[in-house]
């Protein structure tokens, strides 16, 4: 049963273009929800996040739009960079749980030059 | 220390073995998390510890998967006669108090072959 979904999973995009990558859950009980992103043979590092009480949270190039209704988030990267180019995670958190993420399983996100 | 360190980041070891790896957190980050990945999938949470004591032992699959932590500090997961669908990165993460952001810090990981 997987509550986190990122049904894509790769994207590729053009340099200076934005990327949107997209992630729906299924548990009503997420209330915090986070982007992370993950270089090969590296560790995942946090990227942004945002609160269920929120519909959007910006962060330079970096925003995250939630839409409570759906039970869907999108992370939008504008400009893209080649920088950019790895594997981004989506993860949700549920009130009294520890902070145990769920994690999606990835989509892996190119820019080209 | 400046990160999530992680020992040691490749092991292959032969099915039926014990593994036990590595892992020393942020100093003074009292939250420390074990996930791991295995090929295609997401990360899946296995053990949190608050300081010394693991309140969330939830995600470990079976009890051949053990953890334990020292002094607010080292962490070391064991499993016991590995299988091969062990085979995964481990990774380890930790935090102050979790926060609004979380703050979690992950390890590099140690990708786990069992052959």
């Known amino acids: 049963d997987q509550q986190v979904k990122q049904n894509s999973p790769s994207l590729s995009v053009q340099e200076g273009r934005i990327s949107i990558l997209n992630c729906d859950y299924t548990?009503?009980?997420?209330?915090?929800f986070l982007w992370y992103k993950k270089y090969p043979a590296e560790g995942p590092t946090f990227l942004i996040s945002?609160?269920?009480?929120?519909d959007k949270n910006e962060d330079g190039r970096f925003t995250v739009f939630l839409n409570k209704s759906a039970k869907h988030l999108s992370l939008h990267i504008v400009p893209s960079q080649p920088g950019d180019s790895a594997v981004y995670f989506c993860?949700?958190?549920?009130?009294?749980?520890?902070?145990?993420?769920?994690f999606g399983k990835g989509t892996l996100l190119t820019v080209n030059p | 220390g400046a990160g999530v360190s992680q020992s040691p980041s490749n092991k292959v070891t032969e099915k039926g073995k014990d593994v036990e790896l590595r892992c020393d957190p942020i100093?003074?980050?009292?939250?420390l998390y074990w996930y791991r990945q295995r090929l295609g999938q997401g990360l899946e949470f296995l053990i949190y510890?608050?300081?010394?004591?693991?309140?969330?032992k939830s995600g470990l699959p079976s009890d051949r998967f053990s953890a334990e932590r020292t002094g607010e500090s080292v962490s070391t997961l064991t499993i016991q006669r590995t299988q091969q669908e062990d085979s995964a990165v481990y990774l380890c993460?930790?935090?102050?108090?979790?926060?609004?952001?979380?703050?979690?810090?992950f390890g590099s990981g140690t990708r786990l072959t069992v052959v």
């Open positions: 993460a930790s935090s102050f108090d979790p926060g609004p952001n979380y703050g979690y810090t």
């Open positions: 993860a949700a958190s549920a009130k009294g749980s520890n902070y145990k993420l769920t």
């Open positions: 510890f608050q300081g010394n004591s693991a309140p969330d």
């Open positions: 100093s003074g980050h009292t939250a």
């Open positions: 945002i609160s269920s009480i929120k």
């Open positions: 548990n009503s009980m997420f209330d915090y």
